[in-house]
């Protein structure tokens, strides 16, 4: 079983960052692939990014590409996304997800969820 905390949202203006983390309970971190998504009110979950094992592959949806950065430190068990140049329409409920079996952006590929974080973006 992995627990997964998030951290870090709040509310931003338009062109701000924040740096969300995700801390895993899993001794085993290293053997996960994780991802972060998000939600949006009325809209289905959303992939947003997501990191190898090793840290050495990662992937983002086209409209975060340049903007955000998903990074893992498997020593301290977590992983972050940090967002730069933030804009109103990335307001959601972010939600850091774990998968033991794949290296996916399909949210049923993903074993574990946090209980997620809101991030809202003023214009």
């Known amino acids: 079983q992995v627990q997964l905390v998030e951290s870090g949202g709040g509310l931003v203006q338009a062109g701000g960052s924040l740096r969300l983390s995700c801390a895993a309970s899993?001794?085993?971190?290293?053997?996960?692939?994780m991802g972060w998504f998000r939600q949006a009110p009325g809209k289905e979950r959303e992939f947003v990014a997501t990191?190898?094992?090793?840290?050495?592959?990662?992937d983002y949806v086209g409209s975060v590409k340049g903007r955000f950065t998903i990074s893992r430190d498997n020593a301290k068990t977590t992983v972050y996304l940090q967002m730069n140049s933030l804009k109103p329409e990335d307001t959601a409920v972010y939600y850091c997800?774990?998968?033991?079996?794949?290296?996916?952006?399909?949210?049923?590929?993903?074993?574990?969820w946090g209980q997620g974080t809101q991030v809202t973006v003023s214009s």
């Open positions: 990191i190898s094992r090793n840290g050495g592959n990662t």
């Open positions: 899993a001794r085993t971190f290293s053997s996960y692939t």
């Open positions: 997800a774990a998968s033991s079996d794949y290296y996916s952006g399909l949210p049923m590929d993903y074993n574990y």
